[in-house]
């Protein structure tokens, strides 16, 4: 009786499960034939699957999120930008601790600004600070110039054309000026703005020379502990008016003091897109003059400068 209750229970499951294939005869020969209802769920599977599973689902998620996740190296992505302007490296998500309740560049006078609060506020903090007239004082401000350092990467071939991984070299927007040579050719007019289009370059000083006669100009700022690492490689960033840096991160080793030598340069920065729910999503901005001094982790603000007034030499 049981056997035969089994029995009649599993002919009724067989008679309520889907029949999605259908027989139908054709001359002599017996067709299967998929039923339409089957057929249009089948396709609605396919492309749900392939909605979920495509490859521009996760380009969707990048842009809300607004960075491109690295799944393999576990790293954000920042590649050029479609006019090529940036560089291509992957960097760890930066701690939003660092940006939390900071929603402008802070400004101080040098002489307010002792060795205690610089490194107790700032040094370990990567809170921007800009210091003012914290290097009006430095023979480099009558000395640093477009003209100074012509003269003297141009008194020996080798130091202008010296290459290699230590002599970074960014041309931002002036695609025409191809090398450190291509700076030193630019023509008179250009130069002082009388003509062409405004010009922005930054490189690394990676020739000895030059190094040690810049280094021979100024002095630690005084809000800087005696103790510390002193500078190992002096940065240039000179251009004219109306130009500048892109917004971008960057990828070098620590955070840096930068200094402006002539003209006015604006900065822009924001926090990166990781933690924009952490720490105020605003661009911040602040001019600075000759003789100041801003302080800012750029491995974990994003930046942009913008040169106001004259061709500004800026070393870091």
Known sequence: MSTLRKRKSSENEQ?????LIEEKQIGNESVRVLKL????????????GSICGGPWLQDLVDLARGYRWNYV?????????SNGYGVDFCRTPVDCSSCQNVDKIDEISVENLSVDL???RYAY??????VRNA????????????????????SDPDLVDKTGDECWFNRYKSLDIRNLRGVFKLSEARVTKLSGKPWYVGW????EKVAEEIFSLFERPTFINPDSTPPRKPWIFIGTPGNGAHLHIDNVDLSSWQAQVQGEKTWYLRAPPECYLSCPNKI???????GDIIVINTNEWFHATKVILAHTPKFI
């Open 135 to 154: 290097s009006i004082n430095w023979d480099l401000m009558e000395v640093l110039n477009y003209h100074w350092l012509k003269d003297i990467y141009l």
């Open 15 to 19: 008679e309520t499960e889907p029949n």
């Open 125 to 130: 903090t990567s809170r921007p600070l800009i």
């Open 284 to 290: 911040m901005e602040a001019t600075l003059y000759p």
């Open 73 to 81: 190296d576990r790293c954000i992505m920042e590649t050029p930008e």
């Open 118 to 120: 610089f490194e107790g």
């Open 37 to 48: 209802n089957s057929a249009v769920a089948l396709s609605l599977g396919v492309l749900i």
């Open 204 to 207: 690394a000083v990676c020739q």
